[in-house]
């Protein structure tokens, strides 16, 4: 079973940037996709980016493409999100997330079970 424990997550001003990180323990870790979803007050939890096992092929969302980047180090077992630019409609629970089969890039929330515990984002003046 992975584990999966994110960070990084803070109070910023619109425009300024913030990295999350979400670190893993347990099954094989470089053989699963991992997804950054995110969740605001009173919306459904919706998908940011994924990123595929060996790291070369991602998924964006089309309301972060050109601001945020989703890169991992499987010899860390880490998968990091980097988020320029950043507007108040950015402001959520961010989550990361393995899906449930290995060699499986995905952008479902039903194929993902195992989640972190999130880490929040607030952008405001």
């Known amino acids: 079973q992975v584990h999966l424990v994110e960070s990084g997550g803070g109070l910023v001003q619109p425009g300024n940037s913030l990295k999350l990180s979400c670190a893993a323990s347990?099954?094989?870790?470089?053989?699963?996709?991992v997804a950054w979803f995110r969740q605001a007050p009173g919306k459904e939890r919706e998908c940011v980016a994924v990123?595929?096992?060996?790291?070369?092929?991602?998924y964006y969302t089309d309301s972060v493409k050109g601001r945020f980047t989703i890169s991992r180090d499987n010899a860390e077992k880490t998968v990091f999100l980097q988020m320029n630019s950043l507007k108040p409609e950015d402001t959520a629970v961010y989550y990361c997330?393995?899906?449930?089969?290995?060699?499986?890039?995905?952008?479902?929330?039903?194929?993902?079970?195992?989640w972190g515990q999130g880490t929040q984002v607030t952008v405001s003046a």
């Open positions: 990123v595929n096992w060996v790291g070369d092929n991602t």
């Open positions: 997330a393995a899906p449930k089969e290995p060699l499986f890039f995905t952008v479902r929330i039903g194929n993902y079970d195992t």
């Open positions: 347990g099954r094989a870790f470089d053989n699963y996709a």
